[in-house]
């Protein structure tokens, strides 16, 4: 069967839809930024901070890379997974991809108390968060093969993705 790969917006519940999703298919469940820090043994805050954005997206697209020919998974990525082409085209060498497509506002919310998304590590993170969000929201857009909406609890968005019965 076909991979489940979720994608979207720092916020829209990737991990936590993924996480649940997966238990409900008895499938398993990876998260790529879980997987690139097991593999660099550093917290993504840290590689951002030391070594910078760029590396980063290096290590993502290895773990993409490794993941690629995975069957029967459910894939969370980190919002910026989407940028490379070459990630979109591993992630749908054999997955279904499901863009958690919300309101920015909701998804600004959601994110402003944490100190885990480095790329909000800047004076004006709201802004910074809205400039990257236009930047990518067509992207989501275009690359998904299905859109479910994300602004209701995380448990509904699970249904609703449940109720589009994947199982090639
Ligand atoms: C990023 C999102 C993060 C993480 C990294 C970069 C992005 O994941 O991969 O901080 O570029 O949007 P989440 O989408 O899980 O926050």
């Known amino acids: 069967m076909k991979n489940i790969v979720l994608v979207g917006f720092m916020g829209c519940g990737k991990s936590t839809v993924g996480k649940k999703l997966a238990q409900k298919l008895k499938r398993k469940f990876i998260d790529t930024d879980a997987l690139i820090e097991e593999k660099t043994r550093k917290r993504i805050k840290d590689i951002f901070k ?12 290895e773990v993409i890379k490794e993941i690629e020919d995975f069957d029967n998974v459910v894939i969370a990525c980190g919002g910026g997974a989407v940028l490379r082409n070459r990630n979109v085209k591993s992630l749908k060498k054999n997955g279904i991809i499901i863009y958690l497509k919300a309101d920015p506002s909701i998804l600004f919310n959601r994110v402003k108390h944490t100190n885990k998304r480095p790329l909000l590590n800047t004076r004006h993170p709201e802004e910074q968060f809205y400039k990257i969000f236009s ?3 067509e992207i989501y857009e275009n690359i998904a093969d299905i859109i479910v909406e994300a602004e209701e609890e995380l448990d509904k968005v699970v249904e609703k993705i ?7």
């Open 50 to 61: 030391r070594i910078g954005e760029t590396a980063f997206r290096q290590a993502e697209t």
């Open 162 to 168: 449940l109720s589009f019965q994947i199982s090639q």
């Open 135 to 137: 930047k990518r929201a």
